[in-house]
């Protein structure tokens, strides 16, 4: 089976603007999650979404948002970018139910400049 | 609040044995995960643990005590490979995974 797929896997954006990452899951999982990652923060949960559903929500301000589609592939948008939005984005795939373990994709790394 | 606790990083020498606890206060459980992550890498499953006991996967093993909101990873036969972040994540009554902020394990020859 392939692996989670993150594309782009690097972006350098400005200030201000919009950015959107993609996330293909492993064949059969209808659950994706999105974590940001950052040095002295660890992994932070944006949210996660199951057939097409937003099923859970992390604190994160409303410029960051998500979707799902049919095939289980997620989108993430970030929109007026700011220098503190520079990390990891990592998306997950799992089951959505028993059992739960997530798989990660290689992660995207946005550096906003 | 919710909240995971765990060592922000721990030394071990090649050959040996290191214990890594987690602590939780969340709410509800549905159970508790640990990842391994290499330096610039995607975290990789490691453990589940949903019930208490010991559960052994070949040099690692994972504990969980309900009761007292703790977990350990015990990693057997150190080898310089296992140089990593390991993170301890709880589920909890949402299904939403709480995420520790990872412990640093360093081997040293």
């Known amino acids: 089976k392939a692996g989670v797929t993150q594309t782009p896997r690097y972006l350098i954006k400005t200030r201000g603007q919009q950015v959107t990452l993609s996330c293909s899951p492993i064949?059969?999982?209808?659950?994706v999650s999105w974590y940001q990652q950052t040095p002295g923060q660890g992994l932070q949960f944006l949210f996660e979404?199951?057939?097409?559903?937003?099923?859970n929500k992390g604190n994160f301000p409303g410029r960051f948002s998500g979707r799902q589609f049919s095939n289980s592939r997620s989108e993430m948008n970030v929109s007026t970018l700011e220098l503190g939005d520079s990390a990891l984005y990592l998306c997950?795939?799992?089951?959505?139910?028993?059992?739960?373990?997530?798989?990660f994709g290689p992660g995207t790394r946005l550096t906003v400049t | 609040g919710q909240n995971i606790d765990q060592p922000t990083e721990m030394t071990a020498t090649e050959g040996a044995i290191v214990q890594i606890n987690c602590t939780y206060q969340t709410s509800g459980f549905n159970g508790l995960f640990w990842y391994q992550q290499h330096a610039g890498e995607a975290p990789t499953f490691l453990s589940y643990n949903v019930l208490d006991g010991l559960e052994e996967k070949g040099r690692f093993s994972s504990f969980l005590s309900r009761s007292k909101g703790y977990s350990y990873l015990l990693l057997k036969e150190l080898q310089m490979k296992d140089s990593a972040s390991y993170l301890c994540a709880v589920m909890d009554s949402n299904y939403q995974l709480i995420w520790g902020a990872g412990t640093k394990l360093i081997i040293k020859p």
């Open positions: 979404y199951f057939s097409e559903t937003q099923r």
């Open positions: 064949s059969g999982h209808r659950s």
């Open positions: 997950a795939s799992s089951q959505g139910q028993e059992p739960y373990e997530q798989y």
